[in-house]
């Protein structure tokens, strides 16, 4: 979730930046199987940004957490973020 005060254009930028850091993840970090990021368009709706990913093990999720490409993309959204939900469930 993304600051209300935030002014919209910022919010944006943010977004679009992380949504391509994010999908640009798999060519670096190569135990993702699957990622991808989806921007709120619905105004109505609390949170601004979605991101879903697989990986084979809590290992390789684990792994993935603490990439040094994957917490840069997650530092792109610092001065903008409120908060952040996460669920890691397996199928």
Partial sequence: KLKDEVPTDEKLAAMNSFKTAIESLPAKISVIR?????????PAETWSIALYSEFDTLDDLK?????????????LLADVKESRACVDYEV
């Avoid at 990622?35 to 619905?42: F, H, Q, T, Y």
Wanted: aromatic share 10%; glycine share 10%.
């Fill in 34 to 42: 699957r990622i991808e990021v989806g921007l709120n368009m619905n």
């Fill in 63 to 75: 792994f993935y957490a603490v990439h040094p490409d994957h917490v840069a993309a997650g530092k």
